[in-house]
Every structure is written in C-alpha cells, then in structure tokens.
C-alpha cells in the first residue's frame, strides 16, 4: 500500500499480545486489521505468534520422547518454557 507506515508495524507489534489474546477495544481491533489487510509482514508474524501460543497451549502428550519434545522447543526459541518444565 502506498500509505503503508513502518510505525504502524511497531504499534502493532506492541498490541499484539493483547490483540490476540481479545483485550483491546474494538475500534483498536477494527485499527490493527485494517493495518493487516496491507501488510504481509504483520500478517505473518501475527499467525507465526497465535500457532506458537497453540503449541505452548496444548498439553504434549508424555508418550513424545524426551529428545524430541527439546529440539521442537529450542527450534521454537522455547527454551524458558523448557526450563520451567524441567
């Protein structure tokens, strides 16, 4: 977009946890999408955000070898929620 500012992209990086988590006002949330529907990069980084909060989210299941589960972590740079769970 032509009137795309790289402010907008800090502003909303520093509302997306509330943003994600429903607890902006909704003329803010009507904002930040707007801001999304012309910026790829936000975009992206908004949905890289909401799926690393879903693996975190969900139980791992105990069945999944030690090893494993670590590597996926520190793949995600997780490796302060691996260490709470050591």
Not at 14 to 31: H, K, N, V
Not at 48 to 63: A, G, M, N
Request: net charge negative.
């Amino acid at each position: 977009m032509s009137d795309h500012l790289h402010e907008n992209c800090q502003a909303l990086l520093g509302t997306l946890s509330e943003y994600i988590d429903g607890e902006l006002p909704a003329e803010l949330c009507r904002e930040i999408e707007k801001h999304l529907e012309g910026c790829d990069n936000c975009r992206v980084v908004l949905n890289t955000t909401k799926r690393t909060i879903d693996l975190v989210r969900v139980p791992v299941d105990e069945d999944v070898p030690a090893d494993i589960r670590e590597r996926l972590f520190k793949r995600l740079n997780l490796d302060e929620y691996l260490n709470l769970k050591n």
